[in-house]
Structure formats: structure tokens, C-alpha cells
């Protein structure tokens, strides 16, 4: 059995990295503390917490335990919330934990609108293929995330020079949440 005690503790600790571990074992022994409330109220707290990696632990946490909270409809109405953070890794995590509690979430037509917004092409900005291929060229990381791709991310281009390209893969190149070709 965990010791809850010590959960306790480091759901409210000074560091973000003890309240995000706090939150992550919450989400697996959940089933397994002796004062549910007490474990529910510290991951609800950890839900608002300043730090974002402890949000997005705590929203992963909230759908691993999701069926064992007594109160379904607060910890639906959390799960709504993280879908309106502002950072996308929290929003995303909420929803891979919707995917899990969709079945006893109450207010379906609510979750439908969030992951619709989620998924929709809202708050998305437009760049350009051109301007992707530029970063590759000169070796540049490489980091956009929620964008749509206007044209052809073709590196197959004639007399393109193939030695920045290893340099740039070599480097961080993440592009998250397109739409686009590639």
C-alpha cells in the first residue's frame, strides 16, 4: 500500500518535479490510498498547479484513476477545464484521459465540443513549406506546433544541398499538430 502520508507531502512540495511525481503515482495508486478524499482533493489541487508538467501529469492521472473517483461529475468538470489550458501538452494529455473516462463522463455534448476545438483548425497559424525548407537549409532547429503547412515539404528538391539537411535532422526538428502534406 502507498503511503499516502508521503504523497501528501509531495503534492504540496516547493519543487514542481516532487509535485509532478505526486501527481503520477495519485494516477496509479489511486485504487490503493486508504482517504480518497484526501488523494482526490490533492489531485485536484495539482490540476491548478502554476506548473504546466505537473497539469498535464495531473490530467494523465485523473484518467488513469477516473473510475474509482466518487464524484464523477467534479472530476468531469476538471477534466473540461484542462481543456481550455493555455499550455497544448496539458490540453492534449486531458485528452488522451477523456479517451479513457469518455464512457462515465457526464455532459457527453461537453467533451465533444472540447475535443472538436482540440482537433479543429482554431488557433492554428499558417506557415509556410518554404519557410521550413529555409530553417532546414541554413541548419536551423525546427519547432512549431498547432500550424497548418501551406505547400509541399519536399526535400527532393532539384540542387537542394543534402549536407544541411543532416545537420538540421542531426538537431531538434519537431513539428507537432500540422496539417498539411509532407
Known sequence: MPDQANIHRMAADEDSEVRGRAASVLGEAFSQVPDKTLAWQDLHRLMGDEDSSVRWRAANALGEAFSQFPDKKLAGQDLHKLMRDEDSKVRLETASALRVAFRQVTGKNLVWQDLLRLVGDEGLREVSASEILDKIKKGEPIEYDRIIIKGDLDIRIEGF??????????????????????
Not at 543532416?166 to 507537432?176: D, Q
Open 161 to 182: 544541398d543534402l549536407a544541411p539537411i543532416r545537420r538540421a535532422l542531426n538537431s531538434c526538428v519537431n513539428i507537432f499538430n500540422f496539417y498539411g502534406r509532407f
